[in-house]
């Protein structure tokens, strides 16, 4: 189970290492707007939202570390 705490109450997201845990903490007011944008064109109400990046941080990366764009180039659709 993961858990993390509201700072401040206002929202946050995350960046997660899948190597070594580390978690770091983000706010990025161009993806708050997008996801209003998406989810007004949508007809939708959002009531809460949470983004979690899962990869690799600066530590942990190195040649032969795979990304989400390396997996999808080698993957057959």
Not at 11 to 36: K, L
Not at 37 to 54: C, D, N, P, W, Y
Request: net charge neutral.
């Amino acid at each position: 189970m993961t858990r993390y705490e509201v700072a401040g109450g206002r929202r946050h997201d995350y960046q997660v290492c899948s190597d070594c845990g580390t978690v770091t903490e983000f706010e990025n007011s161009s993806i708050e707007r997008y996801q209003a944008e998406l989810a007004r064109s949508m007809g939708f109400t959002v009531q809460s939202l949470k983004i979690e990046l899962r990869g690799g941080c600066n530590r942990c990366t190195g040649p032969g570390w795979l990304t989400l764009s390396s997996n999808l180039e080698s993957s057959k659709y």
